[in-house]
T-cell receptor
Framework: GENVEQHPSTLSVQEGDSAVIKCTYS??????FPWYKQELGKRPQLIID?????GEKKDQRIAVTLNKTAKHFSLHITETQPEDSAVYFC?????????FGTGTSLTVIP | KAGVTQTPRYLIKTRGQQVTLSCSPI?????VSWYQQTPGQGLQFLFE???????NKGNFPGRFSGRQFSNSRSEMNVSTLELGDSALYLC????????????FGEGSRLTVL
């Protein structure tokens, strides 16, 4: 089955700096890659996603890039704010099962 | 539109007992999947149901089981509880797991003593 690895496990940045979280996947058949944000004590919520026919997608301060050849995708957050502090999960799927990374705990220091 | 509802939110059990968790998906969503969340392990897939049929199962022992009813509500059961079963159990729904975004419930936090 698919194996999704996520790095780093923890990340601290100064407010206003950028944050980058990287994930790799093993199954070349995976075609959908969502990113979820989970604030402390809250449910995970989708923040951005990308399909395998697209190389990059942007939504305001958040962007995701996908390199199908290298089988990796990344989340980029620019101009970080304290409310960006949360755990971020990447995932990959071929459609019938989601495989999640182990999460990145992001702390934005004011 | 009501979100995904999970009950109970918190529960404490002792080793050897069994537990049943419930998940009510968003209206119109027919796919329900379950995940176990533990520190450092992320979200581990338990199983997925669509129209009362289990379509996929993760690598968990047979003590973990589930079912889905005709109204798409789902339950998961863990028998003969072990200390290592302590976790947050999340369910997620979407119209069909093939269509993308999962909508998560707030989870049921199980503590096994």
């Amino acid at each position: 089955g698919e194996n999704v690895e996520q790095h780093p496990s923890t990340l601290s940045v100064q407010e206003g700096d950028s944050a980058v979280i990287k994930c790799t996947y093993s199954d070349s058949a995976s075609n959908y890659f969502p990113w979820y944000k989970q604030e402390l004590g809250k449910r995970p919520q989708l923040i951005i996603d990308i399909r395998s026919n697209v190389g990059e997608k942007k939504d305001q301060r958040i962007a995701v890039t996908l390199n199908k050849t290298a089988k990796h995708f990344s989340l980029h957050i620019t101009e970080t704010q304290p409310e960006d502090s949360a755990v971020y999960f990447c995932a990959g799927t071929t459609g019938n099962q989601f495989y999640f990374g182990t999460g990145t705990s992001l702390t934005v220091i004011p | 539109k009501a979100g995904v509802t999970q009950t109970p939110r918190y529960l404490i059990k002792t080793r050897g007992q069994q537990v049943t968790l419930s998940c009510s998906p968003i209206s119109g969503h027919r796919s329900v999947s379950w995940y176990q969340q533990t520190p450092g392990q992320g979200l581990q897939f338990l199983f997925e149901y669509f129209s009362e049929t289990q379509r996929n199962k993760g690598n968990f022992p047979g003590r973990f089981s589930g079912r889905q009813f005709s109204n798409s509500r789902s339950e998961m059961n863990v028998s003969t509880l072990e200390l290592g079963d302590s976790a947050l159990y999340l369910c997620a729904s979407n119209r069909d797991i093939y269509t993308g975004e999962l909508f998560f419930g707030e989870g049921s936090r199980l503590t096994v003593l």
